[in-house]
């Protein structure tokens, strides 16, 4: 069983920055894709930012494209989300997540096996 701790939460302005880390550790790491998702009060969970381990393709959600970034560092364990430019709209549960099987898409939610227990980010106006 893979446990996925995730960090760097927290109270941010908008027009700030912030970083999310998140360490795997456990039985034999072992994964295909690493993703970031959120859940805001009253909304689904969405895929806001993910990365194949192996070869680095990735996928950001719309809502997120040219201001967050997504990076893993494959000696430490570690995936990583800097949000850059946050708006109050990014205020949610941020989760992180693995999918040890390889998968064509990197956005399904229902691919990924293994969650943190997520941080909270709040993004003030």
């Known amino acids: 069983q893979v446990q996925l701790e995730e960090s760097g939460g927290g109270l941010v302005q908008a027009g700030g920055s912030l970083r999310l880390s998140c360490t795997a550790s456990?039985?034999?790491?072992?994964?295909?894709?690493m993703g970031w998702f959120r859940q805001a009060p009253g909304k689904e969970r969405e895929c806001v930012a993910s990365?194949?381990?192996?070869?680095?393709?990735?996928y950001y959600a719309d809502s997120v494209k040219g201001r967050f970034a997504i990076s893993r560092d494959i000696a430490k364990n570690t995936v990583y989300l800097q949000m850059n430019s946050p708006k109050p709209e990014d205020t949610a549960v941020y989760y992180c997540?693995?999918?040890?099987?390889?998968?064509?898409?990197?956005?399904?939610?229902?691919?990924?096996?293994?969650w943190g227990q997520g941080t909270q980010v709040t993004v003030s106006s």
């Open positions: 456990g039985r034999t790491f072992s994964a295909s894709t």
């Open positions: 990365i194949r381990w192996t070869n680095s393709r990735v």
């Open positions: 997540a693995a999918n040890p099987f390889y998968k064509n898409r990197l956005d399904r939610s229902e691919d990924f096996t293994s």
